[in-house]
């Protein structure tokens, strides 16, 4: 029995550190003033739950790849002009462990 339960939490903490090791990390935002501006194009927005869904290029501040995924914005009054296929830049920041879009504008 000892031998069984000394396997079994050895099982544990293996399933523990292979949870952490896949759980997404985002290196730390960029300092106040030097926020990283990224290009994007919008294919979604969703003004009532604060959030848009952009194809973005790679985010270099926190070593994230060129895709497509939702992101919460900072104010949802950000989002009142834009629409799907605007190209826009945008800048994120991490807060409370979660990307939150702090700027995004309509791409000149």
């Known amino acids: 029995m000892r031998k069984f339960l000394c396997a079994r939490r050895g099982a544990a903490v293996f399933a523990?550190?292979?949870?952490?090791?896949?759980?997404?990390?985002?290196?730390?935002s960029p300092a106040a003033g030097e926020a990283e501006v990224v290009r994007a194009?919008?294919?979604?927005?969703?003004?009532?739950?604060g959030k848009v869904t952009l194809k973005h290029a790679p985010i270099k501040s926190?070593?994230?790849q060129a895709m497509t995924m939702p992101f919460k914005v900072?104010?949802?009054?950000?989002?009142?002009n834009l629409k799907a296929g605007d190209k826009v830049t945008f800048s994120v920041?991490?807060?409370?462990?979660?990307?939150?879009v702090t700027r995004i504008q309509v791409a000149k």
């Open 93 to 100: 920041a991490t807060e409370d462990d979660e990307l939150v």
């Open 16 to 28: 523990a550190a292979l949870l952490a090791l896949a759980a997404p990390t985002y290196a730390a």
């Open 41 to 49: 194009q919008v294919v979604k927005v969703d003004a009532g739950r």
């Open 62 to 64: 926190i070593k994230m």
């Open 74 to 80: 900072k104010d949802a009054a950000m989002l009142e």
